[in-house]
């Protein structure tokens, strides 16, 4: 069982940045596919950017350019770095995982939520104009 949790959430300004990050534990060492989505009341959960443990990164259509993900395998954690930060990126960010590569797709995506199998609690970021 994977288990994810996130840190790094909180209120900042627009323009200004955050760094999210998400500590994994659990069977396996290192999970295949790591990914970061986001979501706000009432609406559907929104891919941000995905990793695979051999580094290749996919983000969503609309987080390209502000947004950057990165991992450390060996610590087995996932970070999410915002710039230059909306009020529309309000949202709780949400750490996902999945064991192993889907065999649908080319690598790890941000696509489907239902690619994941393993999410964390979310971490709140609050943007204020």
């Known amino acids: 069982q994977v288990q994810l949790v996130e840190s790094g959430g909180g209120s900042v300004q627009s323009g200004g940045s955050l760094t999210l990050s998400c500590a994994a534990t659990?069977?396996?060492?290192?999970?295949?596919?790591m990914a970061w989505f986001r979501q706000v009341p009432g609406k559907e959960r929104e891919g941000v950017a995905a990793m695979d443990s051999d580094g290749r990164t996919s983000y969503g259509d609309s987080m390209k350019g502000r947004f950057s993900v990165s991992r450390d395998n060996e610590k087995n954690t996932l970070s999410l770095q915002i710039n230059s930060l909306k009020p529309e990126d309000t949202a709780m960010y949400f750490c996902?995982?999945?064991?192993?590569?889907?065999?649908?797709?080319?690598?790890?995506?941000?696509?489907?939520?239902?690619?994941?199998?393993?999410w964390g609690q979310g971490t709140q970021v609050a943007v204020s104009s």
């Open positions: 996902a995982a999945r064991k192993t590569k889907p065999s649908w797709r080319l690598t790890c995506s941000v696509v489907g939520d239902q690619d994941y199998d393993y």
């Open positions: 659990g069977p396996p060492d290192v999970s295949y596919c």
